[in-house]
C-alpha cells in the first residue's frame, strides 16, 4: 500500500523513545507549568485577553486574506510601530508566526551567489530558511566566531551570519558582540533570533540585540516571537527600513500567507504596553531561572542527621539506653546548563528515560518539556524547564523537589 513504509518507521520511533503525542490540555489545568514558554506569564493576564478580545470585536475573527490585500489592519501598524521602537529598530514587518518570519527573514536576504553561515545550535526554522534559500549555506560548529571568520574568508559575494541569540534547547546566550565584530570585518549582515531573548533580556526586556547595543545598527536584523514573553502569536521581523520594505515584496511568507490574526495582534499589543509599563518581570524571569538552576545543580541531603536515646524501663533500679543514628543520605546535583535567559536545560541519560522522567513529573503535578532527537542537534536529550516571572517561591521549590524525586 501506500503508506506502508510509515509503520516500520513509527516502530523504530517507538523503541528509540522518540514517538510524539499530543496531549490537548484542559481550561483549567492543574499541572504547575514549566513547560511553556510563557515567560512573563502574560498569556492569561487580564489586560492582554482583554487586548485580544477587543481586536476580535473591532476587527473580526481573522485577517480575511494576506496582508498584501485585507489582512493588515490598523492595529498591525501600531503593533509594528510600538515593536520596532521598543527593541530599537527603525521599523518592523508582522507575520503570522515566528516560523514564519524567519523563512521570510532567511530566504530574503539570502540571493543566488550569497553565503549564509548558520550556527549548528540554531532553530528548525533558521535551519529550513536556509534550506529553502538560493544562496549557499556553510554551518559552522555552535557559539564558535572564529569559525565564522574562516567561513566569511571564503566567500567574495553577499553574505549574512545566522544565529538564535539564545538557544532553545540549552539557553545558552551566543557572543553576539563577536559575531557582530566578524561580520563588520567582511561587510557581512547579522541576522539574529531573539525568540527567547525578547521580553527576558536587555534593558526592561528589550531583547538580546537591545543588550548588545546592536540594536537599529544598519547591518542588523533581528526576528522575535509573540508567542513566548507577549503572550500571544504570531512573529516579525525587525530591522532598517529598507530591508522591511525589501521583505514586503520578496518574502513568500508574507505575500502568500493570510496575515496575523487581529485578537492575536491585540494580545501582543497590550502585553507589549504591559511590560513598557512592568520592565521589571523581566529581571524576575533571569531570577528565577538562577534560582532553578542553582537548586537543581546543588547537592542535596535527603534526611538530616539525628542521634536519638531511649531509655527503656526494666526494673525499678534498673535500664538500657539505645542509640538510634540516622545517617545522611545525598544526592549529587543533576547536570544542567547555566541559563543566560529564562530556560535551564537538564541533561537526561537517555531519550528513553527522558520520556519516562518527564512523564512522572506529570503525575507528580508538574510540566515539564522534554526535548529528544531531532530537536536536539548534539543527540543528548534534555527535560527542558521554563523559568516564569510568575512562578512564588513556593513554587520553585515544588518544582525542584519534583524534578529531583523522579530522576531515573
Not at 527573514?105 to 550556527?119: E, I, K, R, Y
Request: glycine share 10%; hydrophobic share 45%.
Amino acid at each position: 500500500m501506500a503508506f506502508d513504509w510509515i509503520d516500520p518507521q513509527r516502530e523504530l520511533r517507538r523503541r528509540s523513545g522518540l514517538l510524539r503525542s499530543l496531549r490537548p490540555r484542559p481550561a483549567g489545568d492543574p499541572l504547575l507549568d514549566l513547560a511553556s514558554n510563557d515567560y512573563l506569564g502574560l498569556a492569561r493576564h487580564p489586560e492582554v485577553t482583554e487586548g485580544a478580545a477587543r481586536a476580535a470585536r473591532t476587527w473580526g475573527g481573522g485577517a480575511t486574506g494576506s496582508r498584501l490585500v485585507t489582512g493588515s489592519t490598523e492595529l498591525h501598524a501600531e503593533l509594528e510601530r510600538e515593536l520596532a521602537a521598543f527593541c530599537g529598530f527603525e521599523a518592523a514587518l508582522v507575520f503570522s508566526s515566528g516560523y514564519a518570519a524567519n523563512l521570510a527573514a532567511v530566504t530574503a536576504l539570502a540571493p543566488h551567489g550569497s553565503l549564509l553561515v548558520s550556527d549548528a545550535g540554531n532553530h528548525a526554522s533558521l535551519i529550513d530558511g536556509c534550506r529553502l534559500a538560493r544562496g549557499t549555506t556553510h554551518v559552522v560548529p555552535h557559539a564558535a566566531p572564529e569559525a565564522v571568520r574562516k567561513a566569511l574568508r571564503t566567500h567574495d559575494g553577499p553574505a549574512v551570519v545566522v544565529s538564535d541569540t539564545v538557544f532553545s534547547v540549552d539557553g545558552d546566550a551566543a557572543p553576539l558582540a563577536a559575531l557582530a565584530a566578524v561580520c563588520r570585518e567582511r561587510g557581512a549582515g547579522l541576522l539574529l533570533d531573539d525568540a527567547h531573548g525578547l521580553g527576558v533580556l536587555g534593558d526592561g526586556g528589550r531583547g538580546a540585540p537591545h543588550a548588545a547595543g546592536l540594536a537599529g545598527a544598519e547591518d542588523v536584523v533581528a526576528t522575535v516571537t509573540l508567542s513566548k514573553s507577549l503572550g500571544s502569536q504570531g512573529g516579525a521581523v525587525l530591522g532598517p527600513a529598507r530591508v522591511i520594505g525589501h521583505l514586503v515584496d520578496t518574502a513568500r511568507t508574507f505575500i502568500f500567507d493570510t496575515g496575523l490574526a487581529p485578537a492575536a495582534a491585540g494580545a501582543a499589543l497590550a502585553a507589549l504596553r504591559l511590560l513598557r509599563r512592568e520592565p521589571e518581570r523581566a529581571a524576575r524571569a533571569r531570577a528565577v531561572a538562577a534560582d532553578l538552576h542553582a537548586r537543581l545543580t546543588a547537592t542535596a541531603s535527603t534526611d538530616v542527621a539525628r542521634t536519638a536515646r531511649t531509655d527503656t524501663a526494666r526494673t525499678d533500679t534498673a535500664r538500657t539506653d539505645t542509640a538510634r543514628t540516622v545517617s545522611v543520605r545525598t544526592a549529587p546535583g543533576l547536570e544542567a546548563v547555566r541559563p543566560d535567559a529564562a530556560v535551564v536545560s537538564v541533561r537526561a541519560p537517555s531519550s528513553v528515560q527522558a520520556v519516562r522522567w518527564a512523564a512522572d513529573c506529570r503525575t507528580a503535578g508538574l510540566a515539564v518539556g522534554c526535548f529528544r532527537p531531532p530537536s536536539v542537534p548534539d543527540g543528548i536529550s534534555r527535560l527542558r524547564l521554563t523559568a516564569r516571572a510568575d512562578l512564588t517561591e513556593d513554587q520553585v521549590e515544588r518544582a525542584v523537589r519534583t524534578i529531583r524525586e523522579t530522576r531515573p
